[in-house]
Structure formats: structure tokens, C-alpha cells
């Protein structure tokens, strides 16, 4: 079945430490997306990509890092200048066609919390 | 200003009964797009609804519809026949146009926690 794929489900993040999150799609969508969701509050979009090999920063890229070299991928990594990483990760496709009624497609998300 | 305002924090609902969820917007893009999501509490995001700006009939998908009304700026969910797994997170977003350089990008409400009760 197509989807999206975000991994690990749980992760854990020292003092001082860089770590990545997976997310891969095999919806052939040109898009992908990563927003953060804060308890209780909606989700805020952190870079987004529409092509491959680029992507553009979102409402609180600071402290966020990405790559897209694969249509399919389109990891997050939290450096350590995020002082305040802990939340809930959701990565998000779409495609990008004329139609505007096309959804954005969410994986099951990650939750990052520090040690 | 915001953008997506959700201003019920929390609802309750009895079984079987109807539910609306509101949402009203903000835009000066002529086109744009608004969609609802479900999000349990295991946290996926579900797509449920969408209504476009230039849609001339509110969208309807199943038991949801949306009481979408342009020169109030609401595009309010309307749940019928409520069921105990409607219990979740309900996400109002809207996509804007090129207009304003909104893309492909949605932004959200704070949501609505939702609570059916037998």
C-alpha cells in the first residue's frame, strides 16, 4: 500500500546532540513537508520541499535542518541549536498539481523528547 | 492576525447526535483551498473534508459536511450522527494561492478536541 513512512516512532535526545528523522513516501508526490506539534496546540510547518534538491524554510526553521535528494525522502534533523526540541514530528506529501484540492498525506509521526 | 481561528478548545457531543466544529479564516487570496483533519489520539492525521473557494455547493464527504460561508469567512465541520470513534483532534487548514505565495503549504488551526459520550 502507498504511504508514508516516519522513523523511529519514539527518540530520544541528549544535551548537545544532533539526531534525524526518517520519513520516506512511495505516493510518488512531488511535495513533502514537515511540521512540529506542540501539546494541545496545531501544527507549525518547519521547511517543505517541492522538487527535489530543494526545499524552502517554513514558520520555525531555526534549530532544523533538511535534505532532499530522493523524490521518496525527505529527512528532518534536529541540531542541537534547538533548544526546545521536544514535540511531536509529522511529516507530510503532497502532490503539486493544478488541482488545489489535493490533501496533504501524514505519516504516524515521531515523538522526540530529551534525556 | 490568524490566519485558521478555532475557537472551541473543547466540545462534547452525545452519540448519534449532530456536532458542528467552527473554523473561520483569514485571507485577502481569492483562491484558496480549506481543509478538515482528524487526528486521534494515537496521532496520525486523517484527511476528512475540502472546499474550495470557488466551490459553488458545500462539500459533503459521508457523515461530514462543511457550512462553508464566503463572505463570513467560516468553514464550519459538520458531523451527523456522531460515533464514539469521532472522539479525536479536529484540525481545520487552509491552503492559499498564488496570490500570496501560498504554494502548496497549509496552515492550521489550534483544533478542537471533540469528545462523544454514549
Known amino acids: 500500500d502507498g504511504g508514508i513512512t516516519q522513523s523511529p516512532k519514539y527518540l530520544f535526545r541528549k544535551e548537545g546532540q544532533n539526531v534525524t528523522l526518517s520519513c520516506e513516501q512511495n505516493?510518488?508526490?512531488?511535495?513533502m513537508y514537515w511540521y512540529r506539534q506542540d501539546p494541545g496546540q496545531g501544527l507549525r510547518l518547519i521547511y517543505y520541499?517541492?522538487?527535489?534538491?530543494?526545499?524552502q524554510k517554513g514558520d520555525i526553521a531555526e534549530g532544523y535542518s533538511v535534505s532532499r535528494e530522493k523524490k521518496e525522502s525527505f529527512p528532518l534533523t534536529v541540531t542541537s541549536a534547538q533548544k526546545n526540541p521536544t514535540a511531536f514530528y509529522l511529516c507530510?506529501?503532497?502532490?503539486?498539481?493544478?488541482?488545489?484540492?489535493?490533501?496533504?498525506?501524514f505519516g504516524d509521526g515521531t515523538r522526540l523528547s530529551i534525556l | 492576525a490568524q490566519k485558521i481561528t478555532q475557537t472551541q478548545p473543547g466540545m462534547f457531543v452525545q452519540e448519534k447526535e449532530a456536532v458542528t466544529l467552527d473554523c473561520t479564516y483569514d485571507?485577502?487570496?481569492?483562491?484558496?483551498?480549506l481543509f478538515w483533519y482528524k487526528q486521534p489520539s494515537s496521532g496520525e492525521m486523517i484527511f476528512l473534508i475540502y472546499?474550495?473557494?470557488?466551490?459553488?455547493q458545500n462539500a459533503t464527504e459521508g457523515r461530514y459536511s462543511l457550512n462553508f460561508q464566503k463572505a463570513r469567512k467560516s468553514a464550519n465541520l459538520v458531523i451527523s450522527a456522531s460515533q464514539l470513534g469521532d472522539s479525536a483532534m479536529y484540525f481545520c487548514?487552509?491552503?492559499?494561492?498564488?496570490?500570496?505565495?501560498?504554494?502548496?503549504?497549509?496552515?492550521f488551526g489550534t483544533g478542537t478536541q471533540l469528545k462523544v459520550e454514549l
Open positions: 507530510a506529501s503532497s502532490s503539486t498539481g493544478r488541482r488545489s484540492n489535493q490533501p496533504q498525506h
Open positions: 505516493l510518488n508526490h512531488d511535495a
Open positions: 520541499s517541492q522538487i527535489v534538491n530543494d526545499f
Open positions: 485571507t485577502s487570496d481569492p483562491s484558496y483551498g
Open positions: 472546499q474550495g473557494s470557488y466551490d459553488q
Open positions: 487548514a487552509m491552503r492559499e494561492g498564488r496570490l500570496t505565495g501560498g504554494g502548496n503549504k497549509l496552515t
